[in-house]
């Protein structure tokens, strides 16, 4: 798989887990950039719930010091972070 169509799919899961687990008003106008926290649609305790859909969805471990909003604050920084750890545990 692509890189792009891996980030195309990890895409498409965390909108679906999103909008599944979360109250998002309009999920079609939500951007895959937009930040989750400032539009109020995951808190603290979101963080911790989007967490634990990446570790058990795609068998990675995040670390605490990842918790980082350039990784968990909107779906493009969510997918380019899974798809790091994706690719970093594949090489080892």
Request: glycine share 6%; charged share 20%.
């Amino acid at each position: 798989m692509t890189l792009a169509l891996a980030h195309d799919s990890y895409n498409e899961q965390i909108r679906a887990f999103l909008t599944s687990n979360f109250y998002i008003s309009d999920p079609s106008a939500l951007n895959d950039e937009d930040s989750l926290l400032d539009q109020g649609i995951i808190d603290s305790t979101g963080v911790l719930e989007v967490v634990g859909f990446i570790e058990t969805t795609f068998g990675i471990a995040v670390e605490d010091s990842e918790i980082l909003p350039e990784n968990l604050d909107s779906i493009r920084g969510m997918a380019h972070y899974i798809a790091s750890k994706v690719e970093l545990a594949a090489a080892t």
